[in-house]
């Protein structure tokens, strides 16, 4: 399995791979998003690949600043492949993440996950994170 930096040529996958987590866009979409996360010298993407050329995972992260707490690396997404998963794949993409956290010598990983991701929970357990606590996410569409 390679984990290497996303591409333009990734995004068909990628916007497949959105779909499984239920955030449906359509490829252009994506492609509109990737420009601009793309160019973010704060942001990282990052796909897993098979021998075969497969994209079966990705994820997303970013510095995040704040006057609350220190600089640290916020996990925006990480999807694997459902056919994939249970096979490593995310354990690498996170690998992957807390080595980008490193070289910025960034010290602390935060993420959210959806209450119902069990399964992904006990990877981010077995990884060593653990749930600092529950929230509510909230949201306004603005017109």
Known sequence: MLIRRMNPGD??????????LGYEADQDEIAERF???NTDFKQTLF????PDQDIVGWIQAREDHSLLHDPRVLILALVVDSDQRGK???T???????KWA?????????FTSRTTRTDAHRLYERLGYQNAKTSYWFVKKLK
């Open 102 to 110: 490193h070289e910025r010598r960034l010290a602390t990983i935060h």
């Open 47 to 50: 796909v897993a690949e098979t």
């Open 92 to 98: 690498l993409l996170m690998n992957q993440i807390e």
């Open 88 to 90: 490593g794949i995310g």
């Open 35 to 37: 420009l601009k996360c």
């Open 11 to 20: 995004l068909e996958d990628v916007t497949r791979l959105s779909g499984q």
